[in-house]
């Protein structure tokens, strides 16, 4: 089976930095995904990675360890409106089909 | 262009009932992915069709669960005998083929009473 871990909640400060860890355990790896989730909205493609390293895009940047099955999302100048829930997806090894998620790190940006 | 579009944006049944809900996915996108987000929980894989191939059924439920794809481009999701734990919201996404960014739509939410 596949397993994917990130935590539930997590609070900032506008303007400031803030990491979201998620941790996953699968028989295979075929690529990393972050989605960003507003409430009551679509999940909209974030970053992506299959290689190890840091992939970088603006204010967000998303990390990657195969070794450790290991990936965070880099989100700095926080903004208001970057207050969503995060979404760590990995892609099923078996047929590049469907995306296994966890559950979210929901992240509340504060004044 | 258009993105992903799903109807009905909300649905509120009885009990028992069967529910149909659909999706149009994003113009000459091959690939179409059904997922159920309940309250608290990730997205779960429920069904995937790539062209004409036949689809991934091994995250729908149970069999009151099924799944068309006529023409390779509108999907409908049918739930026969609604329960109450079939609340939920049904998200539908669509790529340009099975190993690429999927493209999510709005999503439906379902209350089943």
């Known amino acids: ?111 | 262009g258009a993105g992903v579009s799903q109807s009905p944006s909300n649905k509120v049944t009885e009990k028992g009932k069967d529910v149909e809900l659909r999706c149009d996915p994003i113009s000459g996108h091959t690939a179409l992915y059904w997922y159920r987000q309940s309250l608290g929980q990730g997205l779960e894989f429920l069904i995937y069709f790539q062209g004409n191939s036949a689809p991934d059924k091994s995250g729908l439920p149970s069999d009151r669960f099924s799944a068309e794809r006529t023409g390779g481009s509108v999907s409908t999701l049918t739930i026969q005998r609604t329960q109450q734990e079939d609340s939920a919201v049904y998200l539908c996404a669509s790529s340009p083929d099975n190993n690429n960014e999927q493209f999510f739509g709005p999503g439906t939410r379902l209350t089943v009473l």
């Not at chain 1, 803030?18 to 972050?34: D, E, H, K, P, R």
């Not at chain 1, 190890?52 to 880099?74: A, C, I, P, Q, V």
Request: proline share 4%.
């Open chain 1, 1 to 111: 089976g596949q397993n994917i871990d990130q935590p539930t909640e997590m609070t900032a400060t506008e303007g400031a930095i803030v990491q979201i860890n998620c941790t996953y355990q699968t028989s295979g790896f075929n690529g990393l995904f972050w989605y960003q989730q507003h409430a009551g909205e679509a999940p909209t493609f974030l970053s992506y990675n299959v290689l190890d390293g840091l992939e970088e895009k603006g204010r967000f940047s998303s990390f990657l360890s195969r070794s450790k099955g290991y990936s965070y999302l880099l989100l700095k100048e926080l903004q208001m409106k970057d207050s969503a829930s995060y979404l760590c997806a990995v892609r099923d090894p078996t047929g590049f089909q469907k995306l296994v998620f966890g559950t979210g790190t929901r992240l509340l940006v504060s004044p």
